[in-house]
C-alpha cells in the first residue's frame, strides 16, 4: 500500500457545488506534493459524475482540489493538462482505490476537462 499524507479538506459552501477552501489543502505521497492555497474555488468533480461517482466519497473531494488548482491560473506547477489529470488519477486511485470508478472519472476529465484548462 503507498503511503500518503493529505490535509483536512475544509470549505466554505458558496452556492450549489461551488466551494471556497479555508485553509491549504495538502497532498504528499512519494511522488506527488501538491498544494492548494486557501481561497481557491473549487467544485471538487466538474464533469457530470453524479451517476457512478460522488465527489465527496473517499479520496475524491481531495482528488478534485489538487486537480482544481492544476488547472487554474492560479497554478504555480508547470503541469500539463495531461499531467494534471493523471495526478487526479493517481491520488483517485490511492485514497480510494475502486478503479473502475476513478478510472471513469479520469477518462471523463481526460475528455472534457479542455473546457475547464485555464492555460498561463
Known sequence: MTEYYSSRVNVEVLGSRVYKLLTPYIYTDKNIKVSAPAGLITDFISVPLG???KPDENGMLGAGIIHDY???KQ???NYTRKEADYIFYTIGMIKN???WKVTA????VRLFGWLFYKKK
Not at 105 to 108: I, S
Open 51 to 53: 451517476f457512478f461517482i
Open 75 to 77: 497554478s504555480f506547477y
Open 97 to 99: 482505490g475502486k478503479k
Open 70 to 72: 492544476l488547472y487554474s
Open 105 to 108: 472519472a479520469y477518462y471523463a
